[in-house]
């Protein structure tokens, strides 16, 4: 069993910056894939981003390329979202999930084993 708590959100002006951290117990994540998926009200859960198990191939939604970098320290379990640029409509709760296939980096919240509980990010015009 994997348990992943997400940590970083918060309220920030439009413009700004927050970083969400993503801490792995239970098992090393270091042969996961891992992903950060967002949840504003009212709509289904989105990709958002996601980083193979090496760090070396990233994906991201169109919406964030460019503003937002998923990173990963294996040594500490633990998995990043550096989100700048802030926008009112990047307002949401921020899971992170783990995959435990370590092949593709897939795009959709089936493929993913593990979910943390989620981090309110708030952008505030």
């Known amino acids: 069993q994997v348990q992943l708590v997400e940590s970083g959100g918060g309220l920030v002006q439009a413009g700004g910056s927050l970083r969400l951290s993503c801490a792995a117990s239970?098992?090393?994540?270091?042969?996961?894939?891992m992903a950060w998926f967002r949840q504003a009200p009212g709509k289904e859960r989105e990709f958002v981003a996601a980083?193979?198990?090496?760090?070396?191939?990233?994906r991201y939604v169109d919406s964030v390329k460019g503003r937002f970098t998923i990173s990963r320290d294996n040594a500490k379990s633990t998995v990043y979202l550096q989100m700048s640029s802030l926008k009112p409509e990047d307002t949401a709760i921020y899971y992170c999930?783990?995959?435990?296939?370590?092949?593709?980096?897939?795009?959709?919240?089936?493929?993913?084993?593990?979910w943390g509980q989620g981090t309110q990010v708030t952008v505030s015009s």
């Open positions: 999930a783990a995959r435990s296939v370590p092949l593709f980096i897939p795009t959709t919240t089936r493929p993913y084993d593990y």
């Open positions: 980083i193979n198990w090496s760090g070396e191939r990233t």
């Open positions: 239970g098992r090393t994540l270091s042969s996961y894939t």
